[in-house]
């Protein structure tokens, strides 16, 4: 059973940086593709940033370029999305996801068939 759980989350003034960990078990992490998403209050979930199973390829939605960096450690089956310059509109529930599916790409949530429980991150003004 693949379990993700993330951690990191928590409440920082704008300008601050937090840096948020999903732990991977369940099956060979090294072998699979990384998500991060987030969810807004009242809005639909959206494509963050993602990571191949190597960490060579990076692609991020255009919000986040130059300010969220997203790396892994297969050694530690841990992906990571260090968030820089954090704004208020930063705030939401992030959520790291396992791609599953070939057909579709890191943008899509259909690409993921597990996803962690979320970690609440709040920016304050």
């Known amino acids: 059973q693949v379990q993700l759980r993330e951690s990191g989350g928590g409440l920082v003034q704008a300008g601050g940086s937090l840096r948020l960990s999903c732990t991977a078990s369940?099956?060979?992490?090294?072998?699979?593709?990384m998500g991060w998403f987030r969810q807004a209050p009242g809005k639909a979930r959206e494509f963050v940033a993602a990571?191949?199973?190597?960490?060579?390829?990076?692609i991020y939605t255009d919000s986040v370029k130059g300010r969220f960096t997203v790396s892994r450690d297969n050694a530690k089956n841990t992906v990571y999305l260090q968030m820089n310059s954090l704004k208020p509109e930063d705030t939401a529930v992030y959520y790291c996801?396992?791609?599953?599916?070939?057909?579709?790409?890191?943008?899509?949530?259909?690409?993921?068939?597990?996803w962690g429980q979320g970690t609440q991150v709040t920016v304050s003004s």
């Open positions: 996801a396992q791609r599953t599916r070939y057909d579709e790409n890191y943008y899509s949530e259909r690409t993921y068939g597990y």
């Open positions: 369940g099956r060979t992490f090294s072998n699979y593709g």
């Open positions: 990571i191949n199973w190597s960490g060579a390829t990076t």
